[in-house]
């Protein structure tokens, strides 16, 4: 992915957020639609009832797995191969694209559709396949809307979630749509026609794997519009991409996890289609592929593995419930991260998964309000991953130097309290030039940005400690300082 | 009952009346209050920015303050979460401040759950004829879990109209640096949440920690709008004395 990565990193998140905000069509979009979902997702975890006692369940079974992955995944590739099924290991994006790109040539195919996959994405295997000649098709609403403008994903769950209907108006009409309105039902019927000759003609499917059941080898979908039945049975070739910790052990486990995922993305009981492919067609079934051909990524998965920080990042299930909640990603929406995952869930990802320079600064767009760690059905601790990455680019240098002066003055002031009471009362005196009533209204330099939209108040004229020794002594004198009621 | 303060570094330097508020309302429930000199700031700033020994330089000069007391109690939710929840990770490698840092994080409390968990009281006979909206900071809600106990506090003021603050858990895009950093992100989160303290009607925008109320106060004030922004222990320690005038 490095000609992309190159292209994109030539803007900083912080560029690139300001673009965002600039486009209030998206803000308002995001803000519906993810104020929408936290609702449904409070109400519907409230009626599950016991949520925490879910979450913590959910914790402990994507930390077994994950810490004997493994494991579970040898027994995951043993019993889809036992079942007909062609497992490929790949160690990185280019791999994983290849890999497939040879499947897809060999079966001489012309038009692959896929569901929704957000791994598909990691890899750009539209891209991979497109410059073969293969037309890639979309199914997913949301892809397919997407597809149309020439975007990437801005969301984990709802790809278009920055689009409003009008603009998906547009997007359709220039795709051969006539007499369209802005009606929910007038839109998804053009998609579902145009969808539908494209199924029907497909060589291949594609789907990326919410889960894979090691005891079974069986691959799980979870899917809303239909169209992953129809991208797993009908073409002839079924393709699945996953990431190498997509692994649950047993059917036992995936029920927690049919409980949590789908709550927590979009706030429903249970997800409309739930689809476990186990191999490719039986001779006695009527339904299904006959080749069923597993792709197994890495990209800087196993890197996290034994790491006491960042392990737990492999614990995702990909719900998006901590974009749904992140006060950063409302304001900037999914693009402004300029990566695959956006939201809390990608500024600790990505940098993870991409080793380089690239996106290191990702981790400095949150607040540290810990929204993310409070939303996540499995309990990773967001917020925290955000710090210890943030260390990390301070252990490696990358840090700008302006930056390392300031906390080495802090380090100076702060360690020592004499120290720190001199340089308050210096601080005192150097401000009054500032002060307009009170308060700091504007300044020059690094709090330019906070004075530009917000008024600073003034150190106070004497310190707390410089207050209570007043207090003190007052009542030493049996005064009451007038602290009586 | 003894209780040492901490004050935290921004109370200390720009808020001193919330200070006050916090000792006169401790004095009032009996409990002797101090103040160790040798501390200065939990290391917030430093630690979110992932400069770790700089942290540690100011978190130690809590260890050295607090050591012999029976009682910490901050003014501020993001500080003492600060203790909780980093602080023995911050010492893990140091096998004697390690130690002092969990024996820290045991007798540390922010000044609500103080007040209503430690000394029972969520009734401080306070009067406070005024529509409030209450905006519970982040690191008090989630890293320290104080939930109810400044509305326990709150919902005994007398006269005091609570009105509710839509997107009341949302944060006010504060976050320390993060407001010098990302400061066109910070300032559209503080818009809307300024924006939303108008809408709600409230005379008075009331909070548990400094930095969100200077945030979002600052934000008011460029805007013109008239709302008071007040720390718990201001409003409960204006409240006491009101309290005082109607029932004499």
Known sequence: MSTEKDAIQVTTIVDRSRLALQDDFLRGAVRFTTERLRGRKAASSEELGNWEAWRERGRQIRSHTIA??????????????????????????????????????????????????????????????????????????????????????????IPAIHKTRSQIKDLFTAAGATNLTTDTKDLTAFARRALRDKFLRADVGMTGCNFAIAESGSVVLFTNEGNGRMVSTLPKTHIVTMGMERILPTFADLEVMANLLPRSATGQKLTTYMSVITGPRRAEEADGPDELHIVILDNGRSSQLGDDEFQEVLHCIRCGACLNVCPVYRHIGGHAYGSVYPGPIGAVLTPLLNQGEAYQDLPYASSLCGACYEAC???????????????????????????????????????????????????????KPLLRQGYVESTMGPLMGWTESRHAPALAKSSFRERFQSMQQAWRRGEDGGDQV | MKVSLFITCLVDNFFPNVGEAMVRILHHYGVDVDLPESQTCCGQPAFNSGYVKEARAAAKTLLDAFDGADYVVSPSGSC????????????????????????????????SQFLVNILNVTDVGARFPHTVTY???????????????????????????????????????????????????????????????VESGAEVLVGTDAGCLMNIGGRLRKQGQPVRVMHLAELLWEGMQQGKVVSR
């Open chain 1, 68 to 157: 004997h992955l493994d494991y579970y995944l040898r027994q995951f590739v043993d019993n889809v191969q036992a079942h007909g099924g062609h497992v490929y290991f790949a160690a990185n994006a280019e791999e994983a694209a290849q890999t497939i790109v040879k499947i897809v040539e060999k079966k001489q195919a012309k038009l692959a559709v896929k569901s929704k996959s957000m791994v598909s994405e990691e890899i750009h295997i539209n891209k991979h396949l497109q410059e073969r000649g293969i037309e890639v098709v979309e199914t997913d609403l949301g892809e397919y809307i997407i597809q149309l403008a020439g975007e990437m994903p801005s969301h984990i769950i």
């Open chain 2, 135 to 197: 905006h519970p900071s982040c690191h008090g809600l989630r890293l320290l879990g104080v939930k109810d106990e400044p509305l326990q506090l709150l919902s005994h003021v007398q006269d005091l109209r609570l009105v509710p603050l839509t997107g009341a858990n949302d944060c006010c895009g504060f976050g320390g640096t993060f407001a010098v950093k990302m400061h066109d992100i910070s300032t559209a989160m503080v818009s809307e949440k300024a924006d939303r303290v």
């Open chain 2, 80 to 111: 003492t979460g600060m203790i909780h929840h980093y602080f023995p990770q911050l010492f893990q490698d140091h096998p004697i401040d390690s130690a002092r840092a969990r024996a820290l994080v045991d007798k540390t409390f922010e000044l």
């Open chain 1, 377 to 431: 059905p499995v309990k990773i601790p967001l917020h925290d991953m955000l710090v210890a990455l943030r260390r990390r680019n301070v252990e490696q240098g990358r840090t700008k130097w302006a930056e390392r002066m300031a906390f080495q003055g802090y380090r100076m002031v702060f360690a020592k309290a004499g120290r720190y009471k001199r340089v308050m009362r210096l601080a005192r005196k150097a401000q």
